[in-house]
T-cell receptor, first 113, second 108 residues
Framework: DAMVIQNPRYQVTQFGKPVTLSCSQT?????MYWYQQKSSQAPKLLFHYYDKDFNNEADTPDNFQSRRPNTSFCFLDIRSPGLGDAAMYLC????????????FGPGTRLTVT | GQNIDQPTEMTATEGAIVQINCTYQ??????LFWYQQHAGEAPTFLSY????GLEEKGRFSSFLSRSKGYSYLLLKELQMKDSASYLCALHQGGKLIFGQGTELSVKP
């Protein structure tokens, strides 16, 4: 089935140790998003790609970076994770244009020790 | 800002009907989404309202009133599996702006 895949589902990293989260999609959608969701809170958009055009949210910390080497893959890099970065990280995709729903991956739960 | 407000939590009985409200303050948006999110899982799409009025899809219906800055999600014939968080989200500038979600507990 066409879908959004995130690996790993659970990731443990040490304070300050760089970590990369992966997302891939078989939907051939041109827009990909990364959200951070903390417990009992709304998903918070970190950045999104419109094709190869990168769009960073104004309040996304510099500690968070992203790469999109091709249509199918997108990566979230956290350069120096802090305890406050422990959260669920959700990848989503959509087609261009208004009204197209976002399809979410299962998420990666990040723990920082 | 968008100031999207939803009740934090609600409880309802299996077989009953429940209405989850969402109010917002924004200057403009394309439409309003409702998503369902079970604990530890990704949000899944329920509905999308662009025009004012009611959109019905099986047991779930969603309503939008742009003039009143108000939407609701109506769940009928509640089932235990409907226990989840329900998120309303404004579609604005190609992005989704989520409310904090309403945690619905369905009791037997």
């Amino acid at each position: 089935d066409a879908m959004v895949i995130q690996n790993p589902r659970y990731q443990v990293t040490q304070f300050g140790k760089p970590v990369t989260l992966s997302c891939s999609q078989t939907l051939n959608h041109n827009v990909m998003y990364w959200y951070q969701q903390k417990s009992s809170q709304a998903p918070k958009l970190l950045f999104h790609y419109y094709d190869k055009d990168f769009n960073n949210e104004a309040d996304t910390p510099d500690n968070f970076q992203s790469r999109r080497p091709n249509t199918s893959f997108c990566f979230l890099d956290i350069r120096s994770p802090g305890l406050g970065d422990a959260a669920m990280y959700l990848c989503a995709t959509s087609r261009t244009g208004g009204g197209y729903e976002q399809y979410f991956g299962p998420g990666t739960r990040l723990t920082v020790t | 800002g968008q100031n999207i407000d939803q009740p934090t939590e609600m409880t309802a009985t299996e077989g009953a009907i429940v209405q989850i409200n969402c109010t917002y303050q924004t200057s403009g948006f394309n439409g309003l989404f409702w998503y369902q999110q079970h604990a530890g899982e990704a949000p899944t799409f329920l509905s999308y309202n662009v025009l004012d009025g009611l959109e019905e899809k099986g047991r779930f219906s969603s309503f939008l009133s742009r003039s009143k800055g108000y939407s609701y999600l109506l769940l009928k014939e509640l089932q235990m599996k409907d226990s989840a968080s329900y998120l309303c989200a404004l579609h604005q500038g190609g992005k989704l702006i989520f409310g904090q979600g309403t945690e619905l507990s369905v009791k037997p």
